[in-house]
């Protein structure tokens, strides 16, 4: 019933999205232009989709400890890392799509909720060298995976911490000081949604940008997305159904809200 009720919504978001010849903000027009139509293929994403394939045929067995909302599909802890892949990992659409944001963006310091096995954090950190990206991740197990798949990988600017959320996130946001980019992809419950946006936003700028994650997943993340969308230092946000984004430019005078297209 939950999956047909999603396959719904998805269904009238096409219907109502709006692609970049239906919006008047410049600034939109350039995202869809620039982020989202950018079809280029960057170094880094042969390299990340090859580990995103190791994984997806890796028949290892793990303990996995979820604090969140927990999968669609696997209840039992032990579980294969094949199965985790398939159904856990951002998609490589998305994954493109991170990697776009922070190059065309450019934030220099990056907090992520949620690693898994690192194939997020590698879209996010090898978009920007110089880029320093902090990621959250509840399971230890998951986690101690994901830092050999940052190390096979060569990349050096990822620190990890491991651990339930609220306490990694002080150490987390002590370690980065300010939160340019901040990618929320754990947990999926509205109360823990929220208090990781108002966690954050003390050390946004109004340059700052927030993307999450599944905000149609449920009824709760509805309830948080809209809610978010409302606060006052929101300026705009952009509805993809799977994805949100929230920025909080001065310049923008006045509260706008974009559902958009994304093939």
Not at 34 to 60: C, Q
Not at 184 to 208: A, E, M, Q, V, W
Not at 236 to 241: E, N, Q, V
Request: charged share 25%; proline share 3%.
């Amino acid at each position: 019933m939950k999956k047909l009720l999603i396959v719904w919504k998805y269904l009238l978001y096409k219907i109502s999205a709006k692609t970049k010849y239906d919006v008047h903000s410049p600034f939109v027009y350039n995202f869809i232009a620039d982020v989202l139509e950018d079809k280029k293929p960057f170094y880094a994403f042969e390299e990340i989709e090859m580990l995103r394939i190791y994984l997806k045929h890796s028949d290892h067995v793990i303990h996995v400890e979820d604090f969140g909302a927990g999968s669609h599909t696997m209840q039992n802890p032990e579980r294969k890392i094949s199965d985790i892949a398939r159904s856990n990992l951002i998609s490589k659409k998305f994954g493109e799509l991170l990697f776009r944001i922070i190059n065309y963006y450019n934030p220099i310091k990056i907090l992520e909720f949620g690693t898994s096995f690192g194939i997020s954090t590698l879209y996010l950190a090898k978009a920007n060298s110089n880029a320093k990206v902090v990621t959250l991740e509840g399971s230890e197990t998951i986690a101690e995976i994901a830092t050999k798949n940052f190390k096979k990988t060569g990349c050096s600017n990822i620190h990890l911490f491991a651990g339930e959320f609220s306490h990694t996130l002080p150490n987390a946001i002590n370690t980065l000081k300010q939160l340019d980019f901040i990618f929320i992809d754990g947990n999926h419950r509205k109360k823990p949604t929220l208090k990781y946006f108002t966690n954050c936003l003390p050390y946004c700028t109004d340059n700052s940008i927030f993307v999450f994650d599944d905000i149609h997943w449920s009824s709760e993340m509805e309830a948080a997305w809209k809610e978010i969308q409302q606060h006052p230092s929101v300026t705009l946000s952009i509805d993809l159904f799977f994805k949100g984004i929230i920025f909080m430019r001065k310049d923008f005078h006045h509260k706008q809200h974009f559902t958009l297209r994304f093939s």
